[in-house]
């Protein structure tokens, strides 16, 4: 229910696996980055990773699609998984960046609503991490 259904001319099922089990039973020990890109599920994926994600705290590059318009259905749904994303890395300890073209960066206290894909772009980095982070990039 991320896009309205008649976006499609088809569907395909596509097999799901939890990231933790995924990474237990391949025997990963430790994850230093995460890359998620899965077009509205990021809130299934880093709930996902949990048991991953609270002893490792890897750096987690990810894009959040934007809200366009928090008044349709839609949007509304949109809006509360990206509170809940919000909610869930804050628990987790994360802090979360955005990453626009030119490689600058802002610490984000909220996705926000807005037509910008090319605000997309975001890095979730442990609290313990921010400050190097930071140092790195222009803000």
């Given at each position: 229910?991320?896009?309205?259904?008649e976006?499609?001319?088809?569907?395909i099922?596509?097999p799901?696996f939890?990231?933790?089990d995924?990474?237990?039973?391949?025997?990963?020990?430790?994850?230093?980055?995460?890359?998620?890109?899965?077009?509205?599920?990021?809130?299934?994926?880093?709930e996902?990773?949990?048991?991953?994600?609270?002893?490792?705290?890897p750096?987690?590059?990810?894009?959040?699609?934007?809200?366009?318009?928090?008044?349709?259905?839609m949007?509304r749904?949109?809006?509360?998984r990206?509170?809940?994303?919000?909610?869930v890395?804050?628990?987790?300890?994360?802090?979360i960046?955005?990453?626009?073209?030119?490689?600058?960066?802002?610490?984000?206290?909220?996705f926000?609503?807005?037509?910008?894909m090319?605000?997309?772009?975001?890095?979730f980095?442990?609290?313990?991490?921010?400050?190097?982070?930071t140092?790195?990039?222009?803000?």
């Amino acid at each position: 229910s991320f896009r309205e259904p008649e976006r499609y001319a088809r569907s395909i099922l596509v097999p799901v696996f939890v990231g933790d089990d995924v990474l237990e039973g391949l025997g990963v020990t430790g994850v230093a980055a995460i890359k998620i890109d899965v077009e509205g599920g990021e809130l299934d994926v880093i709930e996902g990773l949990e048991r991953t994600l609270r002893p490792a705290t890897p750096i987690v590059f990810c894009e959040v699609l934007p809200v366009l318009d928090e008044h349709t259905d839609m949007g509304r749904f949109r809006l509360q998984r990206q509170a809940t994303l919000r909610t869930v890395l804050h628990d987790l300890g994360y802090v979360i960046f955005r990453i626009y073209v030119d490689e600058t960066i802002d610490e984000m206290s909220d996705f926000g609503v807005h037509a910008d894909m090319t605000w997309s772009n975001y890095v979730f980095v442990p609290r313990s991490e921010v400050k190097a982070f930071t140092q790195k990039f222009a803000t």
